[in-house]
């Protein structure tokens, strides 16, 4: 089956500054990746996603990357703001019909 | 924006009670889909819904559950008879298409609280 980790259950940076989030899967067929952000009382809300054929893709203030050798991915949030508070899960599709879910990392932004 | 809505937002029951939650998924979705997160876990996918009837269900999806797209418009997730550790919350959500065709969206949750 698939599992996916993350590398930090917490991280913290300050206002303004970059943040980078990683998590790591185990099946190498996997072809469809994406990072749900999730804030206190809500639902999973979709960031950004990137299909197994590309390494890097990029949206507001957000980039994804993806080492496939590794298996091993990223999101990096340029320019932190207080607003970007929240659990960041990575998932990977698995078969037809699910996604599987990492841990979460618990981003806290610091004034 | 199109949304997902669910209710109730917040459920207590007792242990051995039927609980249904309630779900709207967006209108022109065709694929449904149930998962759960116990507190200060990660989502965990219970099963999928597609065409009138189960696609995929996790292991954790045992015969106390069961869903149903009574109408056009709800799709329900009903515990026959909770029990302590279905305590969490519970997210439904729709997509278009398929997997990897476009993106999925998610409710707000339903938390359920099993005494």
């Known amino acids: 089956g698939e599992s996916v980790g993350l590398h930090l259950p917490t991280l913290s940076v300050q206002e303004g500054d970059n943040s980078i989030i990683n998590c790591a899967y185990s099946?190498?067929?996997?072809?469809?990746f994406i990072w749900y952000k999730q804030e206190s009382g809500k639902g999973p809300q979709f960031i950004i996603d990137?299909?197994?054929?590309?390494d890097k893709r990029q949206g507001q203030r957000v980039t994804v990357l993806l080492n496939k050798t590794v298996k091993h991915l990223s999101l990096q949030i340029a320019a932190t703001q207080p607003g970007d508070s929240a659990v960041y899960f990575c998932?990977?599709?698995?078969?037809?019909?699910?996604?599987?879910f990492g841990q979460g990392t618990r981003l806290t932004i610091n004034p | 924006e199109p949304e997902v809505t669910q209710t109730p937002s917040h459920q207590v029951t007792q242990m051995g009670q039927e609980v249904i939650l309630r779900c709207v998924p967006i209108?022109?979705?065709?694929?449904f889909y149930w998962y759960r997160q116990i507190l200060g876990q990660k989502v965990e996918f219970l099963v999928s819904?597609?065409?009138?009837?189960?696609?995929?269900k996790s292991e954790i999806f045992d015969d106390q559950f069961s869903v149903e797209r009574p109408d056009g418009s709800n799709f329900t997730l009903k515990i026959r008879s909770t029990k302590l550790e279905d305590s969490a919350m519970y997210f439904c959500?729709?997509?278009?298409?398929?997997?990897?065709?476009?993106?999925?969206?998610f409710g707000a949750g339903s938390r359920l609280t099993v005494l």
């Open positions: 209108s022109n979705h065709l694929y």
């Open positions: 819904f597609y065409n009138n009837e189960i696609s995929e």
């Open positions: 099946n190498s067929a996997s072809d469809y």
């Open positions: 990137i299909r197994s054929n590309m």
């Open positions: 959500a729709s997509r278009f298409g398929g997997l990897g065709a476009n993106v999925l969206t």
């Open positions: 998932a990977v599709e698995r078969g037809a019909q699910k996604l599987v």
